[in-house]
């Protein structure tokens, strides 16, 4: 969303609280990439840094916003966009006493804890996987048509790299499993614009990738390498 309107000719600030942008999704070579195209482009960030209060601007800013950084900074906004993460809401599950983690805990029948209720979509953590996005959706969907149809079927996610809404620094993510052990590796595109990394464990599988900028040509090929989310 940022790009766009940093396109447009509006001036855009990024506040937030790590050192990098993304640093939890992106190994920190492309996270780097990310913000050096995006600082070309215009983007003023405020890393390690958070917003303290939003007060209606005083100054010459009428219509606009002021904002305090955790720094002492101030920043004079006309928009504010708080885009700080997706929580399921699970409160409705939790009252009815379904068992709740992170998202409604379902099996791999998208069964809940309670007899013939069953959790889809960004509510659900589905066999311990709570996937915020469409894909797995579809899938989650089909499985449990099945199901209800009296055809019991398992929800198999297969691996479904994501691609971020960065058109400035084109990105493709499939990042490993939390508790999977490998290492990086890293090449530079022929062109000099964008990454390739690719996560492998001792035996030289794949078990993850993030592709930026040319290298997102290779997302089919290494797609297929990927092993599946829930077999
Ligand atoms: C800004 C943004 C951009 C995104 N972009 C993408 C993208 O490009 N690609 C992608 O794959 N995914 C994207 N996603 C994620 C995607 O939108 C979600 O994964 C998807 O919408 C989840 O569908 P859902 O039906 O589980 O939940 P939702 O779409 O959130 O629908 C839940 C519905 O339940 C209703 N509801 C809540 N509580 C109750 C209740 N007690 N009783 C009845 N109804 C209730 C809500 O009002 C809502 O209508 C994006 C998400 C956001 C926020």
Redesign the pocket.
């Known amino acids: ?1 940022l790009v766009p309107l940093i396109n447009t000719g509006i001036a855009v600030s990024v506040i937030g609280p790590s050192k990098l942008p993304m640093d939890g999704l992106l190994p920190e070579p492309i996270a780097t990439e990310l913000k050096i195209t995006l600082s070309n482009a215009g983007v003023d960030w405020h890393f390690q840094n958070t917003v303290t209060t939003v007060n209606h601007a005083t100054t010459s800013n009428n219509n606009g916003y002021e904002l305090t950084l955790s720094n002492g900074d101030l920043i004079q906004a006309d928009v504010v966009i708080s ?1 700080i993460g ?1 929580c399921p ?1 699970i409160e ?1 599950a939790k009252t009815i006493g379904i068992t709740v983690n992170r998202g409604i805990v379902t099996n791999e029948y998208l069964q809940t804890s309670q007899p013939n209720i069953y959790a ?5 953590e589905v066999a311990g996987h709570n ?5 797995p ?1 579809l899938v989650a969907a089909k499985a449990l048509a099945k199901t209800l149809s009296g055809q019991t079927t398992a929800v198999k996610y297969p691996a479904m790299p ?2 971020i ?1 960065t058109p400035n620094y084109p990105l493709i993510v499939a990042i490993p499993a939390l508790l999977a052990k490998g290492s990086w590796q890293f090449e530079c595109a022929s062109s000099g614009f964008g990454i390739k990394a690719v996560f492998t464990n001792d035996s030289a599988a794949l078990l993850g990738f993030v592709l930026s900028g040319d290298m997102v040509s290779e997302k089919q090929v290494l797609t297929k390498l990927l092993p599946d989310i829930l077999a």
């Open positions: 969303m885009a997706l809401n409705l889809l979509g960004d509510c659900a996937l915020l996005f469409i894909a959706i994501v691609a809404k």
